[in-house]
Protein backbone atom coordinates (compact mmCIF):
# COMPACT_ATOMS: atom_id res chain seq x y z
CA UNK A 1 0.00 0.00 0.00
CA UNK A 2 1.55 3.49 -1.09
CA UNK A 3 1.39 6.35 1.49
CA UNK A 4 -1.63 8.41 1.06
CA UNK A 5 0.73 12.04 1.11
CA UNK A 6 3.46 10.51 -0.98
CA UNK A 7 4.58 7.75 -3.10
CA UNK A 8 6.70 5.81 -0.82
CA UNK A 9 5.51 2.80 0.82
CA UNK A 10 2.91 3.09 3.61
CA UNK A 11 4.36 1.74 6.96
CA UNK A 12 2.05 3.07 9.44
CA UNK A 13 -1.50 2.82 9.75
CA UNK A 14 -3.74 4.71 11.75
CA UNK A 15 -7.11 5.28 13.12
CA UNK A 16 -8.37 8.16 14.17
CA UNK A 17 -11.25 7.83 16.09
CA UNK A 18 -13.95 10.69 15.46
CA UNK A 19 -16.80 10.19 17.89
CA UNK A 20 -18.18 6.86 18.74
CA UNK A 21 -19.51 6.02 15.60
CA UNK A 22 -17.06 7.19 13.33
CA UNK A 23 -13.25 6.61 12.72
CA UNK A 24 -10.65 7.64 9.50
CA UNK A 25 -7.78 5.48 8.44
CA UNK A 26 -4.96 7.01 7.29
CA UNK A 27 -1.82 4.72 5.87
CA UNK A 28 1.17 6.57 6.00
CA UNK A 29 5.45 6.14 5.52
CA UNK A 30 7.25 7.08 8.11
CA UNK A 31 8.34 10.21 7.76
CA UNK A 32 5.22 11.24 6.51
CA UNK A 33 3.53 10.14 9.44
CA UNK A 34 5.94 11.59 11.86
CA UNK A 35 5.01 14.57 10.62
CA UNK A 36 1.61 13.70 11.06
CA UNK A 37 1.52 12.97 14.73
CA UNK A 38 3.47 16.23 15.33
CA UNK A 39 1.25 18.35 17.04
CA UNK A 40 0.95 21.78 14.90
CA UNK A 41 3.83 23.98 15.40
CA UNK A 42 3.54 27.89 14.44
CA UNK A 43 6.64 29.27 14.24
CA UNK A 44 9.83 27.89 12.90
CA UNK A 45 12.16 28.50 15.96
CA UNK A 46 11.26 26.25 18.89
CA UNK A 47 8.08 27.10 19.28
CA UNK A 48 7.45 25.09 22.56
CA UNK A 49 10.16 27.05 24.93
CA UNK A 50 8.82 30.48 24.05
CA UNK A 51 5.38 30.20 24.54
CA UNK A 52 5.21 27.87 27.02
CA UNK A 53 4.72 30.05 29.93
CA UNK A 54 2.63 32.52 28.47
CA UNK A 55 0.03 29.33 27.59
CA UNK A 56 0.66 28.25 31.30
CA UNK A 57 0.01 32.28 32.48
CA UNK A 58 -3.03 32.12 30.64
CA UNK A 59 -4.26 28.44 31.28
CA UNK A 60 -3.59 29.22 34.92
CA UNK A 61 -6.26 32.36 34.75
CA UNK A 62 -8.59 30.45 33.15
CA UNK A 63 -11.95 30.48 34.79
CA UNK A 64 -15.17 28.57 35.40
CA UNK A 65 -17.98 30.92 34.52
CA UNK A 66 -20.27 28.95 37.29
CA UNK A 67 -18.15 28.75 40.49
CA UNK A 68 -15.26 31.49 39.81
CA UNK A 69 -12.40 29.02 40.12
CA UNK A 70 -9.48 29.43 38.61
CA UNK A 71 -7.53 27.13 36.81
CA UNK A 72 -4.31 27.42 38.99
CA UNK A 73 -6.56 27.02 41.82
CA UNK A 74 -7.41 23.42 40.81
CA UNK A 75 -3.77 23.03 40.04
CA UNK A 76 -2.73 23.77 43.80
CA UNK A 77 -5.58 22.07 45.98
CA UNK A 78 -6.27 19.60 43.29
CA UNK A 79 -9.94 20.01 44.65
CA UNK A 80 -12.53 21.08 41.79
CA UNK A 81 -15.13 24.20 42.43
CA UNK A 82 -18.34 22.96 40.96
CA UNK A 83 -19.70 20.11 38.59
CA UNK A 84 -19.32 22.29 35.62
CA UNK A 85 -15.43 22.86 36.17
CA UNK A 86 -15.59 19.09 34.14
CA UNK A 87 -16.91 20.86 31.33
CA UNK A 88 -14.83 24.10 31.49
CA UNK A 89 -11.58 22.57 32.04
CA UNK A 90 -12.29 19.54 29.88
CA UNK A 91 -9.31 20.07 27.54
CA UNK A 92 -6.97 20.58 30.49
CA UNK A 93 -8.71 17.51 32.56
CA UNK A 94 -8.57 15.00 29.36
CA UNK A 95 -4.85 14.37 29.27
CA UNK A 96 -4.97 14.22 33.69
CA UNK A 97 -7.85 11.67 33.37
CA UNK A 98 -6.08 9.49 31.19
CA UNK A 99 -2.84 9.71 33.61
CA UNK A 100 -5.05 8.73 36.49
CA UNK A 101 -7.49 6.26 35.20
CA UNK A 102 -5.59 5.17 32.06
CA UNK A 103 -9.19 5.93 30.40
CA UNK A 104 -11.38 8.67 29.80
CA UNK A 105 -15.19 7.72 29.58
CA UNK A 106 -17.21 6.62 32.13
CA UNK A 107 -18.71 3.38 31.71
CA UNK A 108 -20.57 2.43 34.94
CA UNK A 109 -23.79 3.15 36.80
CA UNK A 110 -26.22 5.61 35.14
CA UNK A 111 -28.38 7.44 37.49
CA UNK A 112 -32.15 5.81 37.08
CA UNK A 113 -33.51 8.82 36.27
CA UNK A 114 -31.12 9.49 33.07
CA UNK A 115 -32.89 9.51 29.92
CA UNK A 116 -33.50 5.67 28.60
CA UNK A 117 -31.39 6.15 25.33
CA UNK A 118 -28.42 7.43 27.58
CA UNK A 119 -28.70 4.20 30.14
CA UNK A 120 -28.36 2.27 26.54
CA UNK A 121 -25.63 4.03 25.31
CA UNK A 122 -23.46 3.80 28.42
CA UNK A 123 -24.46 0.02 28.49
CA UNK A 124 -23.64 -0.63 25.32
CA UNK A 125 -19.82 0.85 25.80
CA UNK A 126 -19.71 -0.93 28.85
CA UNK A 127 -20.72 -4.20 26.95
CA UNK A 128 -18.22 -3.87 23.91
CA UNK A 129 -15.48 -3.20 26.75
CA UNK A 130 -16.64 -6.67 28.01
CA UNK A 131 -16.69 -8.20 24.39
CA UNK A 132 -13.09 -7.55 23.71
CA UNK A 133 -11.80 -8.81 26.78
CA UNK A 134 -13.47 -12.35 26.52
CA UNK A 135 -12.13 -12.07 23.22
CA UNK A 136 -8.71 -11.38 24.25
CA UNK A 137 -9.38 -14.11 26.88
CA UNK A 138 -10.45 -16.65 24.41
CA UNK A 139 -13.47 -16.80 26.29
CA UNK A 140 -15.93 -17.37 22.84
CA UNK A 141 -18.58 -18.86 24.73
CA UNK A 142 -18.76 -15.86 26.82
CA UNK A 143 -18.12 -13.29 23.89
CA UNK A 144 -21.10 -14.73 21.99
CA UNK A 145 -23.30 -14.58 25.04
CA UNK A 146 -22.08 -10.75 25.07
CA UNK A 147 -22.80 -10.09 21.02
CA UNK A 148 -25.90 -11.37 21.84
CA UNK A 149 -26.88 -9.08 24.30
CA UNK A 150 -25.34 -5.96 22.32
CA UNK A 151 -27.31 -7.06 19.35
CA UNK A 152 -31.00 -7.10 21.15
CA UNK A 153 -29.73 -3.28 23.07
CA UNK A 154 -29.00 -1.94 19.56
CA UNK A 155 -31.90 -2.63 18.00
CA UNK A 156 -34.03 -1.27 21.60
CA UNK B 1 -29.95 11.00 67.99
CA UNK B 2 -27.77 10.23 71.01
CA UNK B 3 -24.54 8.87 70.09
CA UNK B 4 -24.18 7.21 73.85
CA UNK B 5 -26.50 4.60 72.44
CA UNK B 6 -24.25 3.53 70.03
CA UNK B 7 -21.83 2.15 72.93
CA UNK B 8 -23.87 -0.45 73.51
CA UNK B 9 -23.02 -2.21 70.98
CA UNK B 10 -20.33 -2.40 68.14
CA UNK B 11 -21.52 -2.46 64.72
CA UNK B 12 -22.70 -5.03 63.06
CA UNK B 13 -19.15 -5.14 60.68
CA UNK B 14 -17.29 -6.00 63.64
CA UNK B 15 -19.20 -9.19 64.88
CA UNK B 16 -16.26 -11.13 63.43
CA UNK B 17 -18.51 -13.83 61.09
CA UNK B 18 -18.80 -13.54 57.90
CA UNK B 19 -16.96 -15.61 54.97
CA UNK B 20 -13.12 -16.19 55.36
CA UNK B 21 -13.07 -13.76 58.38
CA UNK B 22 -9.96 -15.35 59.59
CA UNK B 23 -7.97 -12.90 57.56
CA UNK B 24 -10.68 -10.51 56.46
CA UNK B 25 -11.94 -8.04 58.55
CA UNK B 26 -14.51 -6.50 56.57
CA UNK B 27 -15.60 -5.27 53.33
CA UNK B 28 -16.41 -1.53 52.88
CA UNK B 29 -18.09 0.10 49.94
CA UNK B 30 -17.96 3.83 49.51
CA UNK B 31 -19.75 6.34 46.67
CA UNK B 32 -18.93 9.96 46.34
CA UNK B 33 -21.72 12.03 44.86
CA UNK B 34 -22.78 15.32 44.38
CA UNK B 35 -25.64 17.94 43.85
CA UNK B 36 -26.01 19.03 40.21
CA UNK B 37 -26.83 22.58 41.16
CA UNK B 38 -24.01 23.34 44.36
CA UNK B 39 -20.49 24.26 43.99
CA UNK B 40 -18.75 21.11 45.44
CA UNK B 41 -18.72 21.66 49.59
CA UNK B 42 -14.85 23.34 49.43
CA UNK B 43 -15.62 25.72 47.61
CA UNK B 44 -18.88 26.60 48.75
CA UNK B 45 -20.19 29.24 50.98
CA UNK B 46 -20.94 29.16 54.90
CA UNK B 47 -24.81 30.11 53.63
CA UNK B 48 -24.46 27.16 50.35
CA UNK B 49 -23.16 24.51 53.01
CA UNK B 50 -26.22 25.42 55.34
CA UNK B 51 -28.25 24.43 52.45
CA UNK B 52 -27.00 21.87 51.04
CA UNK B 53 -26.81 20.26 54.77
CA UNK B 54 -30.37 20.53 55.20
CA UNK B 55 -31.55 19.54 51.86
CA UNK B 56 -29.71 16.52 51.98
CA UNK B 57 -30.77 16.12 55.62
CA UNK B 58 -34.34 15.99 54.98
CA UNK B 59 -34.20 13.78 52.24
CA UNK B 60 -31.64 10.98 53.56
CA UNK B 61 -34.61 11.03 56.93
CA UNK B 62 -37.38 10.37 54.57
CA UNK B 63 -35.87 7.17 53.16
CA UNK B 64 -37.53 3.95 54.69
CA UNK B 65 -35.01 0.95 53.86
CA UNK B 66 -36.73 -1.45 55.93
CA UNK B 67 -34.69 0.75 59.36
CA UNK B 68 -34.08 4.86 58.86
CA UNK B 69 -31.14 6.74 59.19
CA UNK B 70 -30.46 8.65 62.36
CA UNK B 71 -28.74 12.21 61.89
CA UNK B 72 -25.98 13.48 63.90
CA UNK B 73 -24.97 17.50 63.44
CA UNK B 74 -20.73 16.56 63.19
CA UNK B 75 -20.31 20.36 63.77
CA UNK B 76 -22.33 20.77 67.06
CA UNK B 77 -20.37 18.19 68.33
CA UNK B 78 -17.63 18.29 70.53
CA UNK B 79 -13.88 16.82 70.00
CA UNK B 80 -14.30 13.63 71.91
CA UNK B 81 -17.99 13.12 70.11
CA UNK B 82 -16.26 13.35 66.39
CA UNK B 83 -13.54 10.95 67.23
CA UNK B 84 -15.59 8.70 68.51
CA UNK B 85 -17.36 8.55 65.45
CA UNK B 86 -14.03 8.21 63.31
CA UNK B 87 -12.89 4.96 65.31
CA UNK B 88 -16.37 3.35 64.68
CA UNK B 89 -15.50 4.31 60.80
CA UNK B 90 -18.77 6.21 60.46
CA UNK B 91 -16.96 9.48 59.45
CA UNK B 92 -13.42 10.06 58.20
CA UNK B 93 -10.35 12.01 59.62
CA UNK B 94 -11.11 14.72 57.27
CA UNK B 95 -15.04 15.06 58.08
CA UNK B 96 -14.04 15.23 62.10
CA UNK B 97 -11.76 17.72 61.50
CA UNK B 98 -13.00 20.40 58.36
CA UNK B 99 -15.45 23.15 59.11
CA UNK B 100 -18.68 24.33 58.44
CA UNK B 101 -22.33 22.97 58.14
CA UNK B 102 -21.81 19.00 58.23
CA UNK B 103 -23.23 16.09 59.06
CA UNK B 104 -23.61 11.98 58.97
CA UNK B 105 -26.60 10.13 58.40
CA UNK B 106 -26.61 6.73 60.38
CA UNK B 107 -27.89 3.41 60.13
CA UNK B 108 -29.08 1.71 63.76
CA UNK B 109 -26.82 -1.36 62.41
CA UNK B 110 -24.27 0.53 61.80
CA UNK B 111 -23.73 -0.81 58.22
CA UNK B 112 -24.89 1.84 56.43
CA UNK B 113 -24.00 5.87 56.73
CA UNK B 114 -24.18 8.62 54.54
CA UNK B 115 -21.48 11.80 55.08
CA UNK B 116 -23.02 15.41 53.96
CA UNK B 117 -20.37 17.81 53.33
CA UNK B 118 -17.57 16.18 53.18
CA UNK B 119 -15.02 16.49 50.43
CA UNK B 120 -18.04 15.87 48.18
CA UNK B 121 -22.20 16.48 48.80
CA UNK B 122 -22.92 13.27 50.03
CA UNK B 123 -20.42 9.58 50.44
CA UNK B 124 -22.44 6.86 51.05
CA UNK B 125 -21.08 4.01 52.85
CA UNK B 126 -21.79 0.34 53.63
CA UNK B 127 -19.97 -1.95 55.78
CA UNK B 128 -19.95 -5.43 56.02
CA UNK B 129 -18.08 -7.71 58.42
CA UNK B 130 -15.91 -10.60 56.22
CA UNK B 131 -15.35 -10.70 52.54
CA UNK B 132 -18.77 -9.26 51.23
CA UNK B 133 -18.03 -7.50 47.98
CA UNK B 134 -21.29 -8.24 46.53
CA UNK B 135 -23.55 -7.92 48.96
CA UNK B 136 -22.15 -4.61 50.20
CA UNK B 137 -22.50 -3.59 46.60
CA UNK B 138 -25.91 -4.36 46.00
CA UNK B 139 -26.84 -2.53 49.34
CA UNK B 140 -24.94 0.78 48.23
CA UNK B 141 -26.29 0.56 44.89
CA UNK B 142 -29.83 0.16 46.40
CA UNK B 143 -29.41 3.31 48.80
CA UNK B 144 -27.66 5.22 46.30
CA UNK B 145 -31.12 4.74 44.35
CA UNK B 146 -33.39 5.62 47.35
CA UNK B 147 -31.17 9.18 47.24
CA UNK B 148 -31.33 9.43 43.41
CA UNK B 149 -35.05 9.79 43.59
CA UNK B 150 -35.15 12.54 45.59
CA UNK B 151 -32.12 14.62 44.62
CA UNK B 152 -30.34 15.83 41.40
CA UNK B 153 -26.79 14.07 41.27
CA UNK B 154 -24.12 15.67 38.86
CA UNK B 155 -23.50 13.33 36.79
CA UNK B 156 -22.11 13.67 32.64
CA UNK B 157 -22.63 10.83 29.71
CA UNK B 158 -18.53 10.89 29.56
CA UNK B 159 -17.06 11.32 32.60
CA UNK B 160 -19.92 9.49 35.09
CA UNK B 161 -20.67 10.51 38.65
CA UNK B 162 -18.72 14.08 39.09
CA UNK B 163 -16.56 14.61 42.04
CA UNK B 164 -14.78 17.05 43.75
CA UNK B 165 -11.32 15.64 43.16
CA UNK B 166 -10.87 14.00 39.75
CA UNK B 167 -9.45 10.48 41.15
CA UNK B 168 -12.78 9.84 42.05
CA UNK B 169 -15.18 10.59 39.26
CA UNK B 170 -16.44 7.97 37.03
CA UNK B 171 -18.21 5.35 39.45
CA UNK B 172 -17.22 7.31 41.85
CA UNK B 173 -16.55 4.44 44.13
CA UNK B 174 -14.05 2.71 46.52
CA UNK B 175 -14.26 -0.80 47.31
CA UNK B 176 -11.94 -1.78 49.85
CA UNK B 177 -11.56 -5.41 51.68
CA UNK B 178 -9.70 -5.19 55.45
CA UNK B 179 -7.15 -7.98 55.33
CA UNK B 180 -5.64 -8.83 58.73
CA UNK B 181 -2.26 -10.26 58.00
CA UNK B 182 0.26 -11.26 61.06
CA UNK B 183 2.25 -13.69 59.26
CA UNK B 184 2.90 -12.51 56.08
CA UNK B 185 4.38 -9.44 58.31
CA UNK B 186 6.18 -11.75 60.23
CA UNK B 187 7.97 -13.98 57.42
CA UNK B 188 8.40 -10.28 55.67
CA UNK B 189 6.88 -11.55 52.44
CA UNK B 190 4.45 -8.22 53.11
CA UNK B 191 6.50 -6.20 50.24
CA UNK B 192 6.19 -8.69 47.84
CA UNK B 193 2.54 -9.35 47.73
CA UNK B 194 2.03 -5.54 47.66
CA UNK B 195 3.91 -5.10 44.94
CA UNK B 196 1.84 -6.89 43.03
CA UNK B 197 -0.99 -5.25 44.01
CA UNK B 198 0.47 -2.19 43.19
CA UNK B 199 1.12 -3.53 39.66
CA UNK B 200 -2.32 -4.08 39.39
CA UNK B 201 -3.36 -0.63 40.12
CA UNK B 202 -4.68 -1.65 43.52
CA UNK B 203 -3.95 0.32 46.99
CA UNK B 204 -2.61 -0.29 49.97
CA UNK B 205 -4.02 1.73 52.98
CA UNK B 206 -3.41 1.41 56.46
CA UNK B 207 -6.28 0.67 59.46
CA UNK B 208 -7.40 4.11 58.94
CA UNK B 209 -7.48 5.07 54.95
CA UNK B 210 -5.35 7.28 53.21
CA UNK B 211 -1.93 8.20 54.70
CA UNK B 212 -2.49 5.81 57.90
CA UNK B 213 0.04 3.55 59.51
CA UNK B 214 -0.97 -0.10 58.99
CA UNK B 215 -1.28 -0.88 62.79
CA UNK B 216 -1.89 -4.54 64.33
CA UNK B 217 -1.20 -5.78 60.97
CA UNK B 218 -4.17 -4.60 59.22
CA UNK B 219 -4.35 -3.30 55.69
CA UNK B 220 -6.57 -2.00 53.48
CA UNK B 221 -6.67 -3.27 49.85
CA UNK B 222 -8.48 -1.08 47.39
CA UNK B 223 -9.53 0.07 43.89
CA UNK B 224 -7.49 3.22 42.57
CA UNK B 225 -9.42 3.42 39.07
CA UNK B 226 -12.71 4.52 39.16
CA UNK B 227 -13.00 5.83 35.42
CA UNK B 228 -13.13 3.74 32.75
CA UNK B 229 -14.48 0.79 34.92
CA UNK B 230 -17.94 -0.55 35.69
CA UNK B 231 -18.41 -1.50 39.18
CA UNK B 232 -18.61 -4.82 38.50
CA UNK B 233 -15.12 -5.04 36.85
CA UNK B 234 -13.56 -3.36 39.73
CA UNK B 235 -15.26 -5.79 42.37
CA UNK B 236 -14.56 -8.34 39.99
CA UNK B 237 -10.76 -7.16 39.80
CA UNK B 238 -10.52 -6.81 43.78
CA UNK B 239 -12.58 -10.40 44.68
CA UNK B 240 -9.44 -11.91 41.83
CA UNK B 241 -6.68 -10.69 44.04
CA UNK B 242 -7.83 -11.14 47.24
CA UNK B 243 -8.50 -14.95 47.22
CA UNK B 244 -4.90 -15.52 46.51
CA UNK B 245 -3.92 -13.22 49.55
CA UNK B 246 -6.00 -15.36 52.24
CA UNK B 247 -4.44 -18.09 50.77
CA UNK B 248 -1.03 -16.56 50.81
CA UNK B 249 -1.87 -15.63 54.62
CA UNK B 250 -2.84 -19.43 55.50
CA UNK B 251 0.06 -20.52 54.41
CA UNK B 252 2.51 -18.30 56.11
CA UNK B 253 0.31 -19.56 59.07
CA UNK B 254 1.10 -22.57 59.20
CA UNK B 255 4.58 -22.62 58.16
CA UNK B 256 5.14 -20.41 61.17
CA UNK B 257 3.32 -22.78 63.14
CA UNK B 258 5.27 -26.01 61.50
CA UNK B 259 9.16 -24.55 61.49
CA UNK B 260 8.43 -21.77 64.31
CA UNK B 261 6.41 -22.98 66.91
CA UNK B 262 8.31 -22.11 69.91
CA UNK B 263 8.97 -18.75 68.55
CA UNK B 264 5.53 -18.18 67.75
CA UNK B 265 3.89 -19.90 70.58
CA UNK B 266 5.87 -17.17 73.17
CA UNK B 267 4.81 -14.13 70.94
CA UNK B 268 0.98 -15.07 71.17
CA UNK B 269 1.37 -16.24 75.18
CA UNK B 270 3.70 -13.29 75.97
CA UNK B 271 1.10 -10.85 74.01
CA UNK B 272 -1.79 -12.54 76.16
CA UNK B 273 -0.28 -12.34 78.85
CA UNK B 274 0.84 -8.48 78.55
CA UNK B 275 -2.87 -7.65 78.13
CA UNK B 276 -4.25 -9.40 81.12
CA UNK B 277 -1.33 -8.21 83.54
CA UNK B 278 -0.19 -4.81 82.57
CA UNK B 279 -0.78 -1.56 84.57
CA UNK B 280 -0.10 0.94 82.19
CA UNK B 281 -1.14 0.47 78.04
CA UNK B 282 -0.79 2.78 75.03
CA UNK B 283 -3.17 2.37 72.13
CA UNK B 284 -0.67 1.27 69.73
CA UNK B 285 0.81 -1.22 71.97
CA UNK B 286 -2.85 -2.29 72.46
CA UNK B 287 -3.50 -3.04 68.61
CA UNK B 288 0.10 -4.67 68.20
CA UNK B 289 -0.57 -7.20 71.25
CA UNK B 290 -4.35 -7.99 70.20
CA UNK B 291 -3.05 -8.35 66.94
CA UNK B 292 -1.11 -10.87 68.20
CA UNK B 293 -3.78 -12.94 70.00
CA UNK B 294 -6.11 -12.43 67.20
CA UNK B 295 -3.05 -14.83 65.77
CA UNK B 296 -3.28 -16.85 68.54
CA UNK B 297 -6.72 -17.60 68.16
CA UNK B 298 -7.06 -18.36 64.59
CA UNK B 299 -4.14 -20.64 64.78
CA UNK B 300 -5.98 -22.79 67.76
CA UNK B 301 -3.47 -21.97 70.21
CA UNK B 302 -5.42 -19.63 72.77
CA UNK B 303 -9.02 -21.56 73.44
CA UNK B 304 -10.58 -19.08 75.94
CA UNK B 305 -11.39 -15.90 73.99
CA UNK B 306 -13.06 -15.25 71.13
CA UNK B 307 -12.81 -13.39 67.65
CA UNK B 308 -15.77 -11.19 68.11
CA UNK B 309 -14.29 -10.57 71.71
CA UNK B 310 -11.17 -9.40 70.36
CA UNK B 311 -12.75 -7.01 67.67
CA UNK B 312 -14.63 -5.19 70.38
CA UNK B 313 -11.42 -4.57 72.22
CA UNK B 314 -9.71 -3.13 69.65
CA UNK B 315 -12.35 -0.67 69.14
CA UNK B 316 -13.39 -0.31 73.35
CA UNK B 317 -9.76 0.32 73.40
CA UNK B 318 -9.49 3.04 71.34
CA UNK B 319 -8.73 6.58 72.63
CA UNK B 320 -12.73 8.19 72.65
CA UNK B 321 -14.33 4.66 73.17
CA UNK B 322 -12.48 4.32 75.97
CA UNK B 323 -13.36 7.95 77.64
CA UNK B 324 -16.94 7.51 76.84
CA UNK B 325 -16.84 4.45 78.23
CA UNK B 326 -15.45 5.95 81.87
CA UNK B 327 -17.14 8.86 81.32
CA UNK B 328 -14.51 11.45 81.62
CA UNK B 329 -12.15 13.18 79.55
CA UNK B 330 -8.49 12.12 80.31
CA UNK B 331 -5.09 12.88 79.54
CA UNK B 332 -3.06 10.43 77.54
CA UNK B 333 -1.57 8.90 80.80
CA UNK B 334 -4.67 8.63 82.89
CA UNK B 335 -5.90 7.34 79.75
CA UNK B 336 -3.09 4.72 79.50
CA UNK B 337 -3.70 3.65 83.30
CA UNK B 338 -7.37 3.17 82.17
CA UNK B 339 -7.15 1.33 79.23
CA UNK B 340 -4.80 -1.40 81.08
CA UNK B 341 -7.40 -1.26 83.78
CA UNK B 342 -10.31 -2.30 81.24
CA UNK B 343 -8.06 -4.49 79.68
CA UNK B 344 -7.43 -6.31 82.76
CA UNK B 345 -10.83 -6.84 83.70
CA UNK B 346 -12.31 -8.16 80.73
CA UNK B 347 -9.26 -10.75 80.08
CA UNK B 348 -9.24 -11.81 83.77
CA UNK B 349 -13.20 -12.59 83.74
CA UNK B 350 -13.09 -16.46 83.85
Known amino acids: MKCQRCSRQATLHITEILDDQSFEELHLCEECAQKYLQPQTGSPKGPEAESEPDELAVLNQRQCPQCGIKFAEFRSSGRLGCPHDYEAFRAELLPLLENIHGETRHIGKTPRRQPRAQQIRAELLALRKQLQTAVSRENYEEAARIRDQIRRLEEV | ?350
Open chain 2, 1 to 350: MKLDDLLKNTGEWLRGSGPDSDVVVSTRIRLARNLADFPFSNRASPLQKGEIESLLRERLLRIDNGTRFSYVQVHSLNHLDRQFLVERQLISREHAASEGQRGVAIEPQESRSVMINEEDHLRLQVLRSGLALEEAWQEIDRLDDLIEQRVNYAFSEEFGYLTACPTNVGTGMRASVMLHLPALQMTRQLEKVFRALQKINLAVRGLYGEGTRASGDFYQISNQVTLGKSEADILREIREVIPQIIDYERKARAALLRESRPTILDRVYRAYGTLRSATLMTSDETIDLLSCVRLGINLHLIEDLTIPAVNELFLLTQPAHLQKLQGVVMEPEERNAARANFLRHRLNKN
